[in-house]
C-alpha cells in the first residue's frame, strides 16, 4: 500500500480513482469493493453485514486518495529503522524481505508503519522488536494483519491473532493476492475467516478488506479505511 510515486512510472492501470471511475459501473464496484462482489455469489440466508460495514462514499474515496499522494507541501516520507538510508528498500521486494521496522510518515496527518512478517522468516530480534512496539506505542490506531487470500489462515496468522488479543489491539485482516484465488476459493476462505473472527476474536474489525497490488483491487478502500481510523475523514458517508 505505498503511495503513488511520481509520475506515475510502473503503477497499475487502475492505481488512480479516476480511471476507476470510468469503468462500466458493475467492473468499477468490483475493483473498488471486491468483497461485495463475492456477496453475489452468497447462498440465501448467509448474513451479509460483515461485508458492508465500512462503505465509503466517492468523496471520502477521493480525499483518501489525496492523503495517499506525495505533493508539494504533502510530501510522504520514508524513515528506516536501519542505520544508514542506503538500507531503504526498493518498493517491490520479494515475501519477507522486510527485517526492521520500515516508518511512512504521510504528510502531517499519520504515520504507516511496515513490519517484519512473522513465522519462519521473521527476523531473530521480532519478539523484542516487534511485541515490544506494540505493547508500547499508545497512539497506535489500528494494526493491519496480512493474510494470504489463496491458503487462508495458516498457524502463524493464529499466532499473530493470539499476540494481537492478549495485547487488547484493535486490528483488521487483509486478504491478499486476491487475484490469484479462484472466486470459489476465496469465498470459501472468506467465510471461514469471517466466522472465525466472529467466533474467535475481540478486537478485529469484522469487516475483512481484499486486496490485488496486481489489479489493484481493494486498495483505494483499504487507503480509506486507514483515512478514517486515522481521524483524517471528517465524515463517511455510504455510497
Known amino acids: 500500500m505505498l503511495p503513488p510515486r511520481a509520475g506515475g512510472a510502473g503503477r497499475p492501470p487502475l492505481a488512480a480513482l479516476s480511471q476507476v471511475l470510468r469503468l462500466e459501473r458493475s467492473r468499477r464496484a468490483g475493483v473498488v469493493f471486491p468483497l461485495q462482489k463475492l456477496e453475489r455469489c452468497l447462498a440465501p440466508g448467509v448474513d ?21 499522494t506525495s505533493g508539494r507541501g504533502h510530501p510522504i516520507d520514508y524513515v528506516s529503522s536501519a542505520v544508514r ?9 520479494p515475501e519477507g524481505h522486510t527485517k526492521k521496522m520500515n516508518f511512512f510518515k504521510v504528510g502531517k496527518y499519520f504515520t504507516l508503519v511496515d513490519m517484519p512478517g512473522y513465522g519462519y522468516r521473521a527476523p531473530q530480534d521480532f519478539v523484542e522488536m516487534v511485541e515490544a512496539y ?3 506505542r499508545r497512539n497506535l490506531k489500528r494494526t493491519f494483519l496480512l493474510v494470504d ?9 493464529h499466532v499473530a491473532v493470539e499476540m494481537l488479543e492478549e495485547f487488547g489491539i484493535p486490528y483488521v485482516m487483509v486478504l491478499t493476492k486476491i487475484d490469484r484465488a479462484a472466486r470459489g ?37 483499504l487507503r480509506c479505511f486507514v483515512a478514517h481510523v486515522t481521524g483524517n475523514l471528517p465524515a463517511v458517508e455510504a455510497s
Do not use: M, Y
Open 149 to 157: 487470500g489463496v491458503v487462508g489462515l495458516q498457524k502463524t496468522d
Open 134 to 136: 506494540l505493547q508500547e
Open 85 to 93: 538510508t542506503d538500507h531503504a528498500p526498493p518498493p517491490a521486494l
Open 185 to 221: 476459493l476465496l469465498l470459501k476462505n472468506v467465510l471461514e475467516i469471517q466466522e472465525f473472527v466472529k467466533e474467535k476474536t475481540q478486537g478485529c474489525f469484522p469487516q475483512l478488506f481484499l486486496v490485488s497490488s496486481l489489479e489493484f483491487s481493494g486498495v483505494h478502500l
Open 48 to 68: 451479509t453485514a460483515p461485508f458492508r460495514l465500512f462503505q465509503p462514499g466517492l468523496a471520502a474515496l477521493q480525499r483518501a486518495e489525496a492523503l495517499f
